[in-house]
């Protein structure tokens, strides 16, 4: 498949990449640093320099690449997690603003696929209306846990549930590139039963967890 990831130096960006790339996936890879542009190139993947927040841009470089697949993997997060709160405002606008016009490039390019990361641990109207955005246009969302190991927040001790190690989740996120379309909810097995809990309290909402099997949808 041809898959457009955007979001792709993030924490689960850079280890979606040589998974995509292994399953012999042709990739491109936006960011919006241009110092990160050599770095793509020497990947193995087509680098793509585009601001999210420019509709117009960002139809035009997903056309030009022609993806059969949108991944959506954006956020805007600090290095330390003391800062988190500071940024909390950008990232909602990923998830609104950027949620939107990633899925207007793919209804512009006709791309058949698009999956958008979520988070398994709250929700609210900004995080609703993203996920709602994804599925009314078929697309899949994955709801992950908190991450822990190298490069997150978490390197030494895991957090609480739900929880997953980024290593798990980037390899879970590749068996999702072709749908099916829906909420899954990413985690470690330790986290079903608070998932579980929070189904019960949200019966509105579609929960479906998966964990590290191959094509297990619960």
């Not at 690449?65 to 500071?86: S, Y």
């Not at 969302?141 to 927040?153: E, I």
């Amino acid at each position: 498949m041809r898959i457009f990831l955007a979001g792709a130096t993030g924490v689960i960006g850079v280890r979606l990449v040589p998974l995509m790339l292994a399953e012999g996936h042709v990739v491109a890879a936006m960011t919006r640093t241009p110092e990160k542009i050599n770095g793509l190139r020497a990947a193995g993947v087509t680098p793509v320099l585009c601001d999210l927040f420019d509709q117009k841009s960002l139809i035009v470089a997903v056309g030009e690449f022609r993806p059969d697949v949108i991944v959506h993997q954006v956020t805007d997060l600090p290095d330390e997690i003391g800062k988190l709160a500071a940024f909390l405002a950008s990232t909602d606008r990923t998830r609104s603003e950027g949620t939107r016009n990633l899925l207007a490039a793919a209804r512009a390019t006709k791309a058949s696929g698009f999956v958008a990361q979520s988070i398994a641990w709250g929700d609210g109207p900004i995080v609703e209306a993203h996920e709602n955005a994804v599925t009314s246009a078929g697309g899949t969302v994955l709801r992950y846990g908190q991450f822990y190991g190298p490069g997150t927040y978490y390197e030494k001790d895991p957090p609480p549930a739900p929880r997953i190690h980024i290593d798990a989740a980037a390899r879970r996120t590749v068996q999702f590139l072709a749908g099916p379309s829906g909420v899954f909810a990413i985690t470690d097995d330790a986290s079903v039963s608070w998932l579980v809990r929070s189904a019960l309290l949200r019966p509105d909402v579609p929960w479906s967890v998966h964990r590290d099997v191959p094509s297990a949808r619960e």
